[in-house]
């Protein structure tokens, strides 16, 4: 068995040392030691890492994670496990232990979302620190014609996920 290191400030009293991860989670468990609920983690130095809900120890529901330094790393929602809808990447400013960006996404790119229908990714779409959209090479895409219809052209606009912080 593993001794937990010292508790940093901002962790909770609750939370356990999970040394395989290295990162301190509360979780609330059923009769069965299943997850259920919100489920927080915090890495060694104390800054929150990632928070999920829970049914039956399977995510189900909205997810977020973030950066060691703080910044949003990733969001969207999950059923019984299986991501759906739009899962949306954020790339960090700073180191990070958090790698959600492939080698062949421009590091111009910030943003990547990408729409999961049955557990597997059917569009993608990538933005720039402005957020304007792009190709995964980074280059801008031109602007829409006024004319356009609405929806797509909108890089706010991807159903489910609201800005960091809040699944719609």
């Known amino acids: 068995m593993s001794i937990a290191p010292p508790r940093p400030p901002g ?8 040394p395989d991860d290295q990162e301190w989670e509360l979780a609330t468990h059923d009769l069965d030691g299943r997850r259920q609920g919100t489920v927080r983690r915090w890495c060694l130095n104390g ?3 990632s928070e999920y809900e829970f049914k039956d120890d399977r995510i189900h529901g909205p997810f977020r994670r973030w950066h060691d330094s703080g910044e ?3 969001e969207g929602v999950a059923v019984t496990g299986t991501v759906t809808g739009w899962d949306r990447w954020y790339r960090s400013s700073e180191r990070t232990s958090e790698s959600p960006f492939r080698r062949d996404i ?3 790119v910030s943003r990547a979302d990408y ?3 049955k557990g597997v990714a059917v569009r993608s779409r990538y933005f720039l620190n402005d957020g ?3 190709e995964i090479s980074g280059e801008a895409f031109p602007a829409r014609p006024a004319e356009a219809a609405p929806g797509d052209d909108d ?3 991807s159903p489910g996920l609201g800005a960091f912080g809040g699944v719609r």
């Open 11 to 18: 962790v909770s009293f609750e939370a356990t040392w999970i």
């Open 47 to 49: 800054t929150k890492k």
């Open 72 to 74: 949003p790393a990733r």
């Open 106 to 108: 421009h590091p111009a």
């Open 115 to 117: 729409l999961y229908e």
């Open 132 to 134: 304007t959209e792009c």
């Open 155 to 157: 890089p706010t606009s």
